[in-house]
């Protein structure tokens, strides 16, 4: 079985600030992982994703995410945050062996403070 | 290349009333995804289809149910609506085989407010 843990559902930040936003997985295979953002009233919009190439992910928008397997993490970050990075942010994770299913975290809401 | 659509973008249904939303895949991708996006509750898996068949199925109720059509697109219909489901109805696509490894498109979502 595989499922996500977004450890706060909600993250302020000032503009300028760095940007942690949090995901743990549960995996019995290695694992495919995805970073989500949707913007109010939007569908959801794919940030990046790990396919067990490099650890390190680098997405859109100037984000990036770190597969930790010890740590059974996937955090994105931003150095300096932006007012147009205030959004909902979805984790996700799969499996090759669960058919086409993502199973997707809670969301954590980011706010960016002027 | 044409997104994944939806529509129609907004519903208002009145209790009791029965609800059809659509969505047409990015032109290539035979697999549907149904999610509901309740105030405050996150992604909700509704439903998966791909080629016509109905692959995985959320913890909803009967009164959700849907189909896809031979050219891939596919509906969403809720009978007997009640004020609960009042949400963002998003739909995603996925080439055959390969949404675990691609992961998924969204559509923008239909809207639907039960009065």
């Known amino acids: 079985a595989q499922s996500v843990t977004q450890l706060g559902s909600h993250v302020s930040v000032s503009e300028g600030a760095l940007v942690l936003l949090r995901c743990n997985y549960s995996s019995s295979v290695p694992p495919y992982l995805f970073w989500y953002v949707q913007y109010p009233n939007q569908g959801l919009q794919l940030l990046l994703k790990y396919t067990s190439a490099a650890t390190l992910v680098k997405g859109i928008n100037g984000f990036e995410a770190e597969f930790k397997k010890s740590e059974t993490s996937f955090h994105l970050t931003k150095p300096s945050a932006h007012m147009s990075d205030a959004a909902e942010y979805f984790c996700?994770?799969?499996?090759?062996?669960?058919?086409?299913?993502?199973?997707f975290g809670g969301g954590t809401r980011l706010m960016v403070k002027p | 290349e044409a997104g994944v659509t939806q529509s129609p973008t907004h519903l208002i249904k009145t209790r009791g009333q029965q609800a059809t939303l659509r969505c047409s895949p990015i032109?290539?991708?035979?697999?549907v995804y149904w999610y509901q996006q309740a105030l405050g509750l996150g992604l909700q898996f509704l439903l998966w289809y791909d080629e016509g068949e109905e692959r995985n199925r959320g913890n909803f109720p009967p009164r959700f149910s849907g189909r896809q059509f031979p050219n891939y697109s596919s509906e969403l219909n809720v009978n007997a609506l009640e004020l609960e489901d009042s949400a963002l109805y998003l739909c995603?696509?996925?080439?055959?085989?390969?949404?675990?490894?691609?992961?998924?498109?969204f559509g923008s979502g239909t809207r639907l407010t039960v009065v």
């Open positions: 995603a696509s996925s080439t055959k085989g390969q949404g675990y490894f691609n992961g998924y498109t």
């Open positions: 996700a994770v799969s499996q090759n062996n669960a058919g086409n299913m993502l199973t």
């Open positions: 032109s290539g991708h035979t697999s």
